[in-house]
T-cell receptor, first 114, second 111 residues
């Protein structure tokens, strides 16, 4: 069984540029999470999807961050424009169903904003 | 507010030493508790979890953790560590479908 797939693995951009991250969850997992992990800290939830519906986006900085999960499968997280403080690892995870079981994580995207 | 505290950011042990990593949480309701591990260059993976029942739970690779409700703790233990246990360990608590994570403990095992 394939795990959670994320791309790209690494991204370096200049501030004010846009950037997008892509995630393909484990087949059949209807719950998808985007986390941000800063250096020396644990992951922080940005947004949680149940199928295509964003059911918890309270910690997503909506002025510059957006996310979508079309058809309830793949998801994209976008930052526009990026700021220096956005440098972090962006993790995608999936679980089934309704988050009551363990979450399976992808390898993450390491974003560096210069 | 919910929070998770991991006592040590860095731990260095020799092979065959015993391990205990502390985790305390702050949450008033029913909790589910997790330990995740991230080996160098790999993604986060589940080590063990507690939902209910026996407060002593066993996970993969000889790890175990004990849930002590009165102390709001969920400490991770292993009686004899190996060099391959070098990794970062995260404690997490779930309430209301959201996982709240500790800052992690970097464990280095000297061969």
């Amino acid at each position: 069984e394939a795990g959670v797939v994320q791309s790209p693995r690494y991204k370096i951009i200049e501030k004010k540029q846009p950037v997008a991250f892509w995630c393909n969850p484990i087949s059949g997992h209807n719950t998808l999470y985007w986390y941000r992990q800063n250096l020396g800290q644990g992951p922080e939830l940005l947004i949680r999807y149940e199928n295509e519906e964003a059911v918890d986006d309270s910690q997503l900085p909506k002025d510059r961050f957006s996310a979508e999960r079309l058809k309830g499968v793949d998801s994209t997280l976008k930052i526009q424009p990026a700021e220096l403080g956005d440098s972090a690892v962006y993790l995608c995870a999936s679980s089934s169903p309704r988050g009551v079981d363990e979450q399976f994580f992808g390898p993450g995207t390491r974003l560096t904003v210069l | 507010a919910q929070s998770v505290s991991q006592h040590n950011h860095h731990v260095i042990l020799s092979e065959a030493a015993s391990l205990e990593l502390g985790c305390n949480y702050s949450y008033g309701g029913t909790v589910n508790l997790f330990w995740y591990v991230q080996y160098p260059g790999q993604h986060l993976q589940l080590l063990l979890k507690y939902f209910s029942g026996d407060p002593l739970v066993k996970g993969i690779k000889g790890f175990e953790a004990e849930f002590i409700k009165s102390k709001f703790s969920f400490n991770l233990r292993k009686p004899s560590v190996q060099w391959s246990d070098t990794a970062e360990y995260f404690c997490a608590v779930r309430g209301n479908y959201q996982l709240i994570w500790g800052a992690g403990t970097k464990l280095i095992i000297k061969p």
